[in-house]
């Protein structure tokens, strides 16, 4: 694998956990696609939890992507 292809992978899978941990933040564990962890039928509360590791994850690929797309620097002795 090129750095190229790991800086965009990690750029494209930040943007789909952002987009899961919005969807955690709004949608009521009752409401949650089935196949999705955290899914129970009939309850009303939110997954936090769910939203907030989503959200860390994604911070995480971001700062993967940053130091993957500097320059690479050479040790002088």
Do not use: C, D, R
Request: charged fraction near 10%; avoid cysteine; charge should be positive.
């Amino acid at each position: 694998m090129n750095k190229k292809s790991i800086v965009w992978g990690s750029i494209i899978l930040g943007i789909i956990f952002i987009i899961i941990s919005i969807y955690y933040f709004i949608t009521p564990a009752g409401s949650l696609i089935s196949f999705i962890p955290g899914f129970e039928a009939g309850s009303t509360h939110i997954h936090l939890k769910h939203a907030i590791a989503s959200l860390i994850l994604a911070l995480a690929l971001f700062i993967l992507a940053w130091f993957k797309s500097g320059p690479k620097q050479s040790i002088q002795q």
